[in-house]
């Protein structure tokens, strides 16, 4: 609220004889202060506990020359006890005065809160100056309830409302069950501490902010609101008022849109002129509120939403529009010299200058400009900010606001509190200004306006394992993320279900004599079991020394509930291992061992190698291990990685002294992508190298040795093979889609089969099979996962075992080559020759049906209420299978790397336009947020002050 005197002491004292008083001088209002101070006018600061050190500072708001007459704070200048707070405040103020001969010509609040200004309306009373309202409005004209009410006994447009304290109230319960939603929920006062408005979707969302509110507001005398949303064009009109003129300095939309996972995020504020139809409508109405109020003097801004019906007041705050002012240079410029700062100080020092300021801006503006909040699409604690430097170089570049320096922390923006700044720009060229602002979004999309601390990207394929596992990252907010069980939907085609696609082939007439070990055997190696076990034979299960009991029961929904003919451990020697296998057996004819998963390897090939069965051998000593793996082939002559490995520090140091970054390090004898990180520096690489002697391997066990590598650029890409005794089939060939998304590098979108009769087929399976020989690899599956770099191909590592991600690959493998994958050739290498004869060297060409696995990407957060989206989903025309680990309950994170995995489906469709238009209605819905329904965290709806932009930088020529 503002006051200033009747008298006009401008006209018969010169400005160093008049004193303007005001009470907490934050954000814009500190601005007036400091044209007043230009104008040769004195200015007293009156703090009130509200406010800190930092706060009073007037650099803060881009007022570095500002000097006070003087400033009185409270508790150092005065205390406010017994409700004598006014008349203490008031001596010292008129001694203060006396002191230096001034007169007070106006004292006003300068900030929004109760505090400032009731101390504010006291003091002006006490000194008998007059009000900016009706001195016989005794209703605090503050309260957005007595706002709405004063407006609606105006017979003026008002938003339907009820307030109270308790739900229990008729008003409130009617006013809840009845009305449409979504409903907004606030506090009828501003400044309370947690008030947060939030937009209620359902009744239930109404009442349990409600209750949360009431908590809130307990000890401050405070009511909730409740109102009906309105649907329009918001726009704020700033106006300046003498002696119950009011004239209007600027009319501003707000651009507001969807990002993050929020839907109403501004992005910035338009000026209009008073010729534009939301402003034509807007200015007369908001002179009819400012009316019913009894608004006389001073500045205010009032937020109105332009509807269908009209424009209706959201809110009218009497004071400067807030932001630090920041938007200053912009209006003077398109005004041709003044803003509402100039304005408030004619309308309280100089009522002949504000007699000659227009009663609304008015179009075509001298320049074309508009205000900018930054948007954040990424987060992390920033170690420069290039895009700063890039927006200052911008024609249109007038000013930037923001706190955001070295060592800040910066989020993703989903309300004005995360916006990391705000930039003016303004231009004469329209052209010029538009081609500006899309460079700033595009700096915003690329994440190029802050480089942060770098973290350890994980390179880490998403798989069943990461969507189903509870896995939490200390120190984060993934420490709320749950992964419940996994839900697996299937679709209900007959031609895609898992039983369309199965076949039962019996191979001998003695298989029912006969029983196959199988090692370890989880994730894809239990749709080996069940082939083995549909063909007729037993199988038996053994577990290897340290293998976790966790990964004992990670089985694909596709397999069912698993059932062995015995289940054995490994034994310290082999010798007494294979001794157990035999006792389990029976009578039964021992005829193959496999390994049923990474872990099982080892002990699978020494085990089939004593019991002379079909067996890769142990005459290659480690072949799991990566390190050996690369020596292996590059003595052979074939590409190879860069690398050192050690268990010690030492060991590796050199290495990573010498080697470009960024690089990879990982267990030599991982599984997977267990431990597998990219680092971007040598203090990265150091920590993780540690880490992983600290951390338990994802089959059980420690690691023993960190392998360092050069971090190969290419794509990537997998080669599934089906060995029998040397001769090698090429189950498919695949592509990992991998592309930057919520400020992460690596993250996964899916995998893409490739045409054998491609030149990268051509280039890549070759190369594989060479891999298999030297590495000894005669009989059983492999997958070879394979980086094509600008000099060919290079290995990453060679696993001898079948593909993993829980086999959720094998009904789309089947459909593209008409009937078979990588499982059941896999059972034919060991137990049909005959079958493994006939199978093709290579997949057909061209696929007998379109399809790919789409790896599900969230680019929002929140705890989820629906999944819409996987209905549509289901419904496509290519749907096969889905696998996911969020349900409604769940917390989602925005996808980064595999513990923030959302899922996979598997698409296949005959059409291939049907199929791309499937995955591109996926991404769509992904990148809308349309997956997930999540909890409304309360979607900002006010123009809150960016009293947190500290730093302003403002252009050479403003």
Not at 11 to 22: G, K, R, S, W, Y
Request: charged fraction near 25%; include cysteine.
């Amino acid at each position: 609220m503002h006051y200033v005197t009747d008298k006009p002491v401008e006209a018969t004292l010169p400005p160093h004889l008049t004193l303007l008083l005001i009470v907490d001088p934050v954000s814009t209002s500190c601005r007036i202060a400091q044209e007043a101070a230009k104008r040769g006018h004195r200015v007293g600061a009156i703090w009130t506990s509200t406010t800190d050190e930092e706060e009073r500072d007037p650099a803060r708001y881009g007022c570095a020359s500002l000097r006070y007459k003087f400033e009185l704070i409270e508790g150092r200048d005065w205390t406010a006890t017994n409700g004598e707070e006014i008349a203490v405040v008031h001596s010292i103020v008129n001694e203060a005065a006396r002191s230096f001969s001034l007169t007070i010509a106006g004292c006003i609040t300068g900030s929004g809160l109760p505090r400032s200004s009731q101390l504010a309306d006291g003091l002006a009373k006490e000194m008998g100056l007059s009000p900016c309202t009706t001195p016989t409005t005794m209703i605090d004209v503050r309260n957005k309830f007595t706002q709405q009410t004063l407006l609606e006994t105006a017979g003026l447009r008002s938003i339907k409302q009820v307030c109270g304290t308790a739900l229990e109230d008729e008003a409130i319960a009617n006013f809840l069950e009845g009305e449409k939603y979504p409903l907004v929920v606030k506090l009828d006062q501003i400044g309370i501490q947690g008030g947060k408005i939030q937009l209620c979707h359902t009744k239930q969302e109404a009442i349990d902010h409600f209750q949360y509110l009431s908590q809130v507001a307990a000890s401050t005398g405070a009511q909730i609101l409740c109102q009906e949303f309105l649907r329009g064009v918001e726009v704020m009109v700033d106006s300046v008022s003498h002696k119950s003129k009011h004239k209007v300095s600027m009319v501003w939309r707000y651009d507001k849109g969807s990002v993050n996972g929020e839907r109403h995020v501004n992005f910035g504020m338009i000026p209009m002129g008073s010729e534009a139809h939301e402003a034509a409508l807007a200015i007369p109405y908001v002179r009819q509120c400012l009316n019913a109020m009894g608004m006389k003097n001073g500045p205010s801004h009032a937020k109105c939403i332009v509807t269908v019906d009209g424009p209706v007041l959201v809110e009218l705050n009497f004071r400067a529009h807030g932001g630090d002012g920041s938007w200053c240079h912009l209006a003077r410029a398109l005004t041709g010299g003044y803003s509402q700062v100039e304005a408030s100080v004619d309308a309280l020092l100089d009522p002949a200058a504000f007699e000659q300021l227009p009663d609304a801006p008015l179009g075509p503006f001298n320049a074309h400009g508009l205000q900018v909040y930054l948007v954040s699409h990424s987060a992390g604690e920033v170690t420069s900010m290039p895009g700063f430097q890039v927006m200052k170089h911008l024609p249109s570049f007038v000013s930037l606001s923001t706190d955001v320096a070295v060592g800040s922390t910066v989020e993703y923006t989903t309300s004005l509190s995360t916006s990391p700044g705000v930039c003016v720009l303004m231009n004469k060229d329209e052209t010029k200004l538009n081609k500006d602002l899309e460079t700033l979004r595009y700096l915003e999309e690329i994440n190029a306006i802050f480089e942060y601390k770098t973290k350890v990207e994980s390179l880490a394929r998403p798989t069943a394992a990461s969507y189903s596992k509870q896995q939490k990252r200390t120190g984060s907010r993934m420490d709320d993320m749950e992964k419940p069980s996994l839900v697996r939907i299937y679709s209900n085609d007959p031609k895609l279900t898992r039983q369309g696609m199965l076949m039962k082939r019996m191979t001998t007439i003695d298989a029912s004599k006969e029983v196959v070990v199988v090692v370890d055997p989880y994730s894809t190696g239990c749709l080996v079991v069940n082939e083995i076990r549909n063909r007729g034979y037993q199988v038996i299960a053994c577990w290897t020394l340290g293998f976790s009991e966790e990964m004992k029961t990670h089985t694909p929904g596709a397999a069912g509930e698993m059932k062995y003919f015995a289940e054995i451990d490994e034994q310290e020697d082999l010798a007494d291992t294979v001794k157990v296998i035999y006792q389990a057996a029976g009578t039964l004819r021992v005829v193959a061992c496999i390994a049923g998963g990474e872990a099982g390897v080892d002990c699978a090939d020494a085990v089939s190698e004593r019991m002379n069965l079909r067996t890769n051998g142990t005459h290659v000593a480690n072949r799991r291990d990566k390190k050996i793996q690369q020596e292996l082939i590059r003595d052979a002559g074939m590409r190879s990685v860069r690398q050192s490995a050690g268990s010690k520090w030492e060991h590796v140091v050199e290495f990573l002294q010498s080697e470009q970054y960024p690089v990879v390090l990982k267990p030599t004898d991982s599984a997977g992508s267990d431990g597998v990180k990219l680092c971007h520096n040598i203090k990265e690489a150091k920590e993780h190298f540690h880490h992983l002697f600290e951390v338990e391997a994802v089959n059980g066990g420690y690691n023993t040795e960190v392998l360092c590598q050069e971090f190969l650029r290419g794509k990537e890409y997998v080669v599934d093979q089906v060995s029998r005794d040397g001769i090698h089939k090429t189950m498919m060939v695949w592509v990992y889609d991998k592309r930057p998304a919520n400020n992460s590098a690596f993250v996964y979108f899916g995998m893409v089969p490739v045409d054998p009769n491609s030149m990268e087929a051509k280039i890549l399976i070759p190369y594989a099979r060479g891999v298999l020989d030297v590495l000894g690899v005669q009989n059983g599956p492999s997958h070879a996962e394979v980086i094509l770099t600008p000099t060919g191909p290079c290995l990453v590592e060679m696993n001898v075992r079948a593909h993993g991600g829980d086999g959720n690959w094998r009904s789309l493998a089947r459909g593209l080559t008409g009937g078979y994958s990588q499982v059941e050739v896999t059972v034919d290498s060991y137990l049909d020759k005959k079958q493994f004869s006939i199978t093709p060297n290579l997949p057909p060409t061209p696929f007998r049906a379109s399809g790919q696995e789409v790896i599900l990407v969230s680019y929002s957060r929140g705890r989820v209420i629906g999944t819409p989206g996987y209905d549509i989903i289901r419904e496509l025309p290519s749907f096969v299978y889905m696998e996911t680990g969020i349900k409604v309950g769940s917390m989602v994170e925005r996808t980064v790397d595999l513990l923030t995995g959302i899922g996979s489906v598997i698409l296949m469709h005959e059409d291939e336009s049907v199929l791309n238009e499937d995955i591109k209605r996926v991404r769509e819905m992904e990148l809308n947020n349309e997956l997930f329904e999540f909890e409304r965290s309360g979607a900002m709806l006010t123009n809150a002050s960016q009293r947190h932009l500290s730093e302003i930088i403002v252009g050479d020529d403003f």
